[in-house]
Structures are given as C-alpha cells and as structure tokens.
C-alpha cells in the first residue's frame, strides 16, 4: 500500500473535538431508532429494484455526499471510493476486488430517495451510514459509545434483549438482520441485478464492512457459525483499504472511468442496475 499519513491509532478516534460531536449525535440517534420493526420497514420501503440508474451514474451522484459518521474523512465519498480502489490496484489485487473498493459504499445513493423521517437524507444519516449491530438481540459493549445502548427501545423487550435474542445458536450472519445502511442496501440491489458475476467474497465485502462490533470488537460469537469465520478474513482484508487509505488526497472521477469502468461493466454488464 502507499506510504500512510496516519498511523492506524490516529483513525477510528471518536474523540478529537469538533467532529466528535456531530459523529456521538449520529450514533445516538442510530441507537435510539434502529430497532428490528424500524429495519423491517425500511427494507419494505427501500428493496424495491425499481429505479434504473447507471453504476457511473451513482458514483457521480456519491460526489455529492459527505459521511457524517467519518471522524476520518470530510470529502464527498466518492474520494473514498476511488481512494480505497487505488489502494487495491496500486498493490495488484484482482479486478473484482478493485471494483468492489469502487463501489463498496454506493449503497449510500440511497439518500437519492430518502428521507429525513427514516435517517437516509443528507442531513439525517443514521439510517444510511456508520457502524451496523444486530437488531433482534442484545447490544454489545463493543459498539461505538456504548453508554447509547440503553437508548434502543428494543432493550426494553424480553424477546430482543438477550445475547440470542430470536435466534438460534450458530445461526449464522446470513440469517440475522442487521441495522439499516448502506451495507445492505446495495448487497440486495446486486444480488438482484441478474448480471452480477462479483464473486462471493466480493458480496461478503459489501455486505458487512460496517459490521464493526462483530469483524472488529469480536462481538456475536454465539449467533455467528464456522462460515463467519471466513467472512471475517475476506473482511479483515477488505478493511485494510476501507479504512487506511483515508486522508486528503483527490482523484479526478472522469479520468478514472477510463480504467474502472471496463472492470465494472465486466462483472456487472452495461445496463442501467435498478435501485
Ligand atoms: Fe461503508
Ligand atoms: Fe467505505
């Protein structure tokens, strides 16, 4: 990877002033209104695939958004985007996974037609980015700010506040419901496009990069199984260049589409992909 700015312990610190403050108030907020019923609304509401748009398309639009929950980033995310896929190309890592750094967070364009009642608009996030935990079970203390778990409404309720909560042991990640984000919006949106030949790593990288208490904190041991584990290697992988190519550097998108969009259209075709 190219020479880091930072040193791994300056990213991820939630407490460096300014910032801290309008990160802590996303956080407070995804805790107090992601509970299970919120999740299942939004995905009724937003996994529709009925809204074509371009992959380019959607990077362009990602120009327009900056991640609230970042302490690390205060660029529009499609730097992010390009700043991760850099990373893996400039150290040979294959074309699949080059393009899934590309678009790992498109998901977030889902602010397009969101709102600021469900948390997915620019100026409400907490439905759209940050760290996602299970909804159905108890909230461990590996969360960001932990002391907001007590805010979830679901705390309160016999059947959601255990470790197991609904599930059953060894269930596995596929079969648990996540907090809504970015993660999962566009995991679905290509598992549906018909086109998609992204290798199964590759979906695992979308889907649960923000799965920060269970990749990072090692958190949700009794509901994850044997094929978990495998997830969390692609993860750890993936994360290196989620998370440490961060810092003010500036692509031009235009002069990318030139390399990337070959790659994209190679595993997720020509065609508009619906939203
Ligand atoms: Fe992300
Ligand atoms: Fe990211």
Wanted: some cysteine; hydrophobic content about 35%; proline content about 4%.
């Amino acid at each position: 990877m190219e020479t880091l700015e930072k040193e791994k312990t300056e990213f991820r610190n939630y407490n460096q002033g300014d910032i801290t403050a309008a990160v802590k108030e996303h956080y407070r907020k995804m805790r107090l209104y992601q509970t299970y019923d919120y999740v299942q609304k939004m995905k009724a509401k937003y996994l529709t695939f009925d809204k074509p748009m371009l992959l380019w398309d959607a990077m362009e639009k990602l120009n327009a958004l900056i991640d609230v929950s970042d302490p690390d980033l205060d660029l529009p995310n499609v730097q992010h985007l390009l700043q991760s896929a850099e990373a893996m190309r400039a150290e040979g890592r294959p074309d699949w996974m080059q393009l899934v750094g590309l678009i790992h967070d498109l998901g977030k364009a889902m602010y397009l037609w969101g709102s600021d009642e469900d948390g997915t608009s620019q100026a409400e996030q907490w439905g759209l980015v940050g760290d996602v935990f299970v909804v159905g079970c108890k909230l461990p203390d590996s969360c960001v700010y932990p002391e907001f778990n007590e805010l979830n409404p679901d705390m309160q309720l016999e059947q959601y506040n255990t470790e197991l909560g609904i599930y059953e042991e060894g269930c596995g990640l596929d079969n648990v419901e996540l907090a809504w984000g970015h993660d999962e919006y566009l995991y679905q949106v290509l598992k549906n496009h018909s086109e998609n030949t992204i290798p199964e790593e590759g979906m695992v990288m979308v889907r649960y990069h923000s799965f920060y208490p269970w990749h990072t904190g090692g958190s949700y041991t009794k509901i994850t199984n044997a094929k978990d584990d495998q997830y969390k290697e692609w993860i750890k992988d993936f994360n290196k260049y989620d998370l440490y190519t961060k810092s003010q550097k500036l692509y031009n998108l235009d002069e990318m589409k030139a390399y990337y969009l070959p790659i994209a259209e190679k595993y997720l075709g020509k065609g508009p992909i619906y939203w």
